[in-house]
């Protein structure tokens, strides 16, 4: 029973392109979402989140998008830069849940010079 | 600015033994939180604490058990370890707001491999 899914993988994009990572979600009880960043052998690190009551939230170069009807959320990265090369998870939570986070598989983004 | 402190960073154990993976943070949070994460998967959630004195379960809690005696200290006890357990273990913890959401802040994680 996976709440939330991240069905690619891994994504390579060209350094200044943009990067769009993918989120869908099952649970209608979620409230917030959140991406995560991790690299090798450190722990996740938080980029940016949105409530379910915004379709989209921006900050810098990274901005998250939120489609409720389709239950599906996106990251996109503009520009791209290889420093931005890392694991992505994508997290729920539903507020009455004690902010236990349900996390995505997570997407390996590669930016090539 | 230790944020949140795991240790050890790596462990071997043999099938059957017992261990404690530590975790300390220095923000006064509320909340905290045991994830483990698989080769190729997201982070589950194996047990959480809402405050000093009170754990939940979560979504893998089958061979953890867990203790909050203070707001610093949540740490993650093995009791008969099993090489299903061989896994990235992260320790997280978030300060609880009424309103709102915040975000949690996770340590650095124990790589723990049973044989």
């Known amino acids: 029973d996976q709440q939330v899914k991240q069905n690619s993988p891994s994504l390579s994009v060209q350094e200044g392109r943009i990067s769009i990572l993918n989120c869908d979600y099952t649970?209608?009880?979620?409230?917030?979402f959140l991406w995560y960043k991790k690299y090798p052998a450190e722990g996740p690190t938080f980029l940016i989140s949105i409530s379910s009551i915004k379709d989209k939230n921006e900050d810098g170069r990274f901005t998250v998008f939120l489609n409720k009807s389709a239950k599906h959320l996106s990251l996109h990265i503009v520009p791209s830069q290889p420093g931005d090369s890392a694991v992505y998870f994508c997290a729920a939570s539903a507020q009455g849940n004690t902010g236990k986070l349900i996390f995505g598989q997570g997407t390996t983004l590669q930016v090539k010079p | 600015n230790a944020g949140v402190t795991q240790t050890p960073k790596f462990r071997i154990l043999k099938i059957g033994q017992s261990m404690t993976l530590q975790c300390a943070q220095d923000m006064n949070h509320n909340y905290m939180y045991w994830y483990r994460q698989d080769p190729g998967m997201g982070l589950k959630l194996i047990y959480y604490s809402v405050g000093a004195g009170i754990t939940d379960k979560g979504e893998v809690p089958n061979g953890y058990n867990v203790s909050r005696s203070t707001t610093e200290y949540f740490p993650l006890r093995l009791e008969l370890a099993a090489p299903s357990q061989t896994s990235v273990y992260f320790c997280?913890?978030?300060?609880?707001?009424?309103?709102?959401?915040?975000?949690?802040?996770f340590g650095q994680g124990t790589r723990l491999t049973v044989v």
């Open positions: 649970n209608s009880m979620f409230d917030y």
């Open positions: 997280a913890s978030r300060r609880h707001r009424d309103r709102g959401y915040t975000e949690a802040f």
